[in-house]
């Protein structure tokens, strides 16, 4: 099956730092998304980036697909941005509705200190 | 609140034990899929619904059945439970395109 790897596995950084998340995969897929999952465990989807760059207040992302990554950009942090980062990717997309599984990463760890 | 449901929060039932999570998916959602996250697995897909009808499976082990009724909700059924069922499961719904795809909150399950 498809591997995911994100990098890097764990991250600390003081308020107000900017960060970048990378996630490679090894086939191409359909979609990726990104999501946040907070200190108490709540997965957060932040974006739907099969391609191209998306802006979400501090948060973009950018996915060069025909190269297998994709990058989460987290400016001026704060300390709310803490937790884990998943990337997942979708291989397939079935017919007639509906879509396969996600394939998560292992996540990068995240902590912004005050 | 994602609009996606998960019954309970949190369950401590004992080995060999039987439970049922249920979800409730986002009004609109034809698609629920569940997932397991453990800390030596991560997170991995366990098995969709569409409409009703199962459309995909991931890792599901034999003992975890799942089910989709006609109201949309779903149910995921573990028996025989074992110490290394201990997780957060959760659950996922989609309109059918993967942007829709929205997580419940999850329900965390101990075996003891």
């Known amino acids: 099956g498809i591997q995911v790897e994100q990098s890097p596995p764990d991250l600390i950084l003081q308020e107000g730092a900017n960060s970048t998340l990378r996630c490679n995969f090894s086939?191409?897929?359909?979609?990726l998304q990104w999501f946040h999952q907070n200190p108490w465990g709540q997965l957060i989807n932040l974006f739907y980036?099969?391609?191209g760059t998306k802006q979400n207040g501090r948060l973009s992302a950018t996915t060069v697909a025909t190269e297998r990554y994709s990058l989460l950009y987290i400016s001026s942090s704060q300390t709310t941005d803490s937790g884990v980062y998943f990337c997942?990717?979708?291989?397939?997309?079935?017919?007639?509705?509906?879509?396969?599984?996600?394939?998560f990463g292992k996540g990068t760890h995240l902590i912004i200190q005050p | 609140d994602s609009g996606v449901t998960q019954t309970p929060k949190h369950l401590i039932t004992a080995t060999g034990q039987r439970v049922t999570l249920r979800c409730s998916p986002r009004?609109?959602?034809?698609?629920v899929y569940w997932y397991q996250q453990s800390l030596d697995q991560g997170l991995q897909f366990l098995i969709q619904?569409?409409?009703?009808?199962?459309?995909a499976k991931g890792n599901i082990l034999e003992r975890f059945s799942a089910q989709q009724f006609p109201d949309l909700h779903s149910e995921l059924n573990l028996s025989s439970l074992e110490l290394g069922d201990s997780a957060l499961y959760f659950c996922?719904?989609?309109?059918?395109?993967?942007?829709?795809?929205?997580f419940g909150s999850g329900t965390r399950l101990t075996v003891v």
């Open positions: 619904y569409y409409n009703g009808e199962e459309r």
């Open positions: 980036i099969p391609s």
């Open positions: 009004s609109g959602d034809l698609s």
């Open positions: 996922a719904s989609s309109e059918g395109d993967i942007r829709g795809y929205t």
């Open positions: 997942a990717v979708l291989v397939t997309i079935r017919a007639g509705g509906g879509a396969d599984g996600l394939t």
């Open positions: 086939d191409s897929v359909n979609n």
